[in-house]
Each structure stands twice: as C-alpha cells, then as structure tokens.
C-alpha cells in the first residue's frame, strides 16, 4: 500500500502541473504599461514555486517508498544532524526563495507603488462601500471638494458627502457610477473606504488594490488599449459580495471629454 501511495502522489503531482505548464489558463490581454513586469514576476514565481512543489512532492514519494516497510531487525538511520539540521535547511532555503521573489519584484512593484504619478495624471477618487463602487472627477477647477461623512446619504445619492451649498471646490464635481479614462493618459486613483476591508481589481490592467478602512491608498496607471473591463471586489465583505462590481471605459480622449461634459450634465 506505501508504494502505491508514493506512486499516486507522482501522478497527482505531475496532472496538477501538466494545466499550467501547457498554459489552459492563459492570463487576461493586458492592458496597461506595467503590466509586462507583472506578468514576467508571475512567470517567474510560478517556475520557481512549481520546481520547488514537484521537487518535494517526488521527495516525499521517495521517502515513502524506500522507508515506509523497513525489513525486520533493519536499523534505523537517523539523519545526520538531526531534525535540527532540516528545520534549518528548510528555513534558509524558504527564506532565500522569498527573498529572491522580492528582489526580482522590486521592479514591477516600485513602477505602481513606489513612484509618484506624472503632475498631469486624471486624478479619479474612487469609494468603496457595501455594496458598490462610485467614482468623483474634479470639474474644471481641477479640485476635489471636502468630503463630509456625516453627509453621505444613499438616500440622497450623496455619496461623498458633499455640501455643494458651502463648498465651492464641490460645485463641479462629478459623480458617477461607472469610470471612465482617457486611453494613454496616466489615472491616478486617490481610493478610501466607507465602511469595511474592499479590493479594487481589474485583471486587464494587472492591478488589486486593497480598501483598508481608515486609508487614503494612492495607485496610479496607464491604460492602453479602449475597451470595457470589469471592477470587482475581491474582499469578502458581506452578504452582497459577490455582486460588488463596476465598469471600467477606456475611451479615446475625445470620447473621454465628451463623457466628462455628459456626467457633468447630469450632476
């Protein structure tokens, strides 16, 4: 029974990894300027987590094929070192593929997180709240107004607690439902929950980006080719999760503009 246990962890293990290695699951067309880095990090963790899974896997067959029946009066061999030895092995080994992974991430991680976005970048507040996404555009004084929380109403669709009668700043902006951007032109997304943990998540832009209460998190992007791509939430975050979605229009800039004057319309 041992060796026809270690046999089927070998084929478990290898039918797992045939569904990636022959790529049945290929990744979303991307669409944004980082996203190559993205894909490339993936690649490269996938290779080294896959090499390392298969390798334990036939490890452990190994072990349990030549040591599970052991011959009457066989001696036992202990390891040299002891349990000691592979803890420590284990750890520098883990330890070094993380840090690895993290070094050779730098680059993708640093062109979203840690640079700051061009000064002409569309400035786009996003709010996540149970169970919906909405989305505020400067008017053409190019300022965000105040947000009151003790405004917000679903009610009044005053979603972001604007006082438009005392803040001028407020007066133009845009509220809507849906985001739009101009294609080619670098967004840059000012995110804050209202109430619970949320996730902004496109796969075409190779972009999620977790809500934390409390934070004013930054992102920024380029989109590059016009389409219609889905905003999911991917933070369990209540009873309505699983229909917590929006669009995302990429126009032209010209169809941008146009959008920008229709929204404004009908504030």
Partial sequence: MAKIFAVTIILIAIASAVPIVMHMWPMPQDISTHGALIDEQYADTMLEAGISFLASQFLLAFFIWKFSAPRPGERVKNFPGGAT????AAFLLVGTEVLALGVFG???WASVYLTPP????????VQAG?????FRYPGPDGTFGPIHPEQISE??????????THDQDSKDDIVAAEMAIPVNREIHLLMHSKDVGHSFFVPELRIQQDFVPGLDVSVHFTATKVGRYEIVCTQLCGLGHYNMKAYLEVKSQEDYDAWIKQQSALQ
């Fill in 130 to 134: 149970q169970f919906a996404f909405y």
């Fill in 106 to 108: 730098t680059k993708a």
């Fill in 118 to 125: 061009a000064a002409n970048a569309v400035p786009v507040q």
């Fill in 85 to 88: 030895g592979l803890v420590a």
């Fill in 155 to 164: 009610a009044n669709a005053n979603f972001f607690g604007l006082d438009t």
